[in-house]
């Protein structure tokens, strides 16, 4: 039995609630339809290039692939626009 309830988004609201970070401050990366409650809940939802269809049709950003290391080109960039790492 899998509860109906469980799964990515609801994973990351009850991470986002015990470290009280407002979900408009969240943030999430996929590619697969298994992502899809994730990125459509989180503030900015970032999907890589290679995605599923209905994916990129839901992300905020469209990022480089997951064989381009994406993700990481993502974060390292944000870093350097001071838009991550800094608290307050």
């Given at each position: 039995?899998?509860?109906?309830?469980?799964?990515?988004?609801?994973?990351?609201?009850?991470?986002?609630?015990?470290?009280?970070?407002?979900?408009?401050?969240?943030?999430?990366?996929?590619?697969?339809?298994?992502?899809?409650?994730?990125?459509?809940?989180?503030?900015?939802?970032?999907?890589?290039?290679?995605?599923?269809?209905?994916?990129?049709?839901?992300?905020?950003?469209?990022?480089p692939s997951n064989?381009?290391?994406g993700v990481?080109?993502?974060?390292?960039?944000?870093?350097?626009?001071?838009?991550?790492?800094?608290?307050?």
């Amino acid at each position: 039995f899998v509860n109906p309830a469980a799964g990515k988004a609801a994973a990351l609201a009850q991470l986002s609630r015990l470290l009280g970070v407002a979900q408009a401050d969240t943030a999430a990366f996929g590619d697969g339809l298994n992502d899809l409650d994730m990125i459509e809940w989180a503030g900015t939802g970032f999907v890589m290039a290679n995605g599923a269809k209905a994916m990129l049709e839901a992300a905020d950003v469209i990022v480089p692939s997951n064989a381009e290391d994406g993700v990481a080109q993502t974060v390292e960039r944000l870093i350097r626009e001071g838009r991550l790492g800094k608290e307050g």
